[in-house]
């Protein structure tokens, strides 16, 4: 559709998704994190033309109490079912993974290596193609995800600035 032909060009909404959450858009949405050792799991539906994402902390939790989508195993899980119980299938599912960076300066232990394998490990063990990853290293990401369009951008960032974490601040 374009204006030419009387109709309004779709225009995505903004979504910035936090630590811990899980976003599916059932409109088209520009799904924005900002990523450190975290990671972040986009599923895209071919067939559907809808994407989601989820952006979590740790690799995974074996305790029911905590069992939140602050957990690689929980939040990637949960994403997968949540397109499956809006009628997608599992064949039509492609996946973009991002982030599980590593400074050994905030950190000794590699939590982003280990984010990353349990991504893998789920989407793969559901069939489920990755179709592109931008992982490890020591660079944070700041990631933007077109969930009607399955385009992804990945800005490569030397330091997380507290202005880029949303609320965001003034000086950006």
Not at 81 to 108: D, Q
Not at 111 to 128: D, L, M, P
Not at 135 to 146: D, H, Q
Request: proline letters at 3%.
């Amino acid at each position: 559709m374009t204006e030419e032909d009387g109709q309004k060009a779709l225009v995505p909404a903004n979504y910035f998704l936090d630590q811990g959450y899980i976003y599916y858009a059932d409109e088209p949405t520009v799904i924005s994190a900002v990523l450190g050792s975290c990671l972040s799991v986009c599923l895209y539906d071919r067939d559907k033309k809808v994407g989601g994402m989820n952006h979590f902390l740790f690799p995974e939790t074996n305790n029911h109490e905590e069992s939140t989508a602050r957990y690689g195993n929980v939040a990637t899980l949960a994403l997968i079912r949540m397109f499956l119980e809006r009628g997608s299938s599992k064949k039509n599912l492609t996946a973009h993974v991002i982030g599980g960076a590593h400074n050994s300066e905030i950190s000794p232990e590699n939590i982003g290596r280990r984010n990353i394998a349990v991504a893998r490990k789920i989407i793969i063990s559901h069939g489920i193609k990755i179709v592109s990853e931008d992982v490890g290293g020591a660079m944070g990401r700041k990631v933007a995800y077109n969930t009607s369009t399955n385009e992804l951008a990945v800005m490569k960032v030397e330091k997380l600035r507290k202005s880029d974490w949303h609320p965001y601040e003034d000086k950006r």
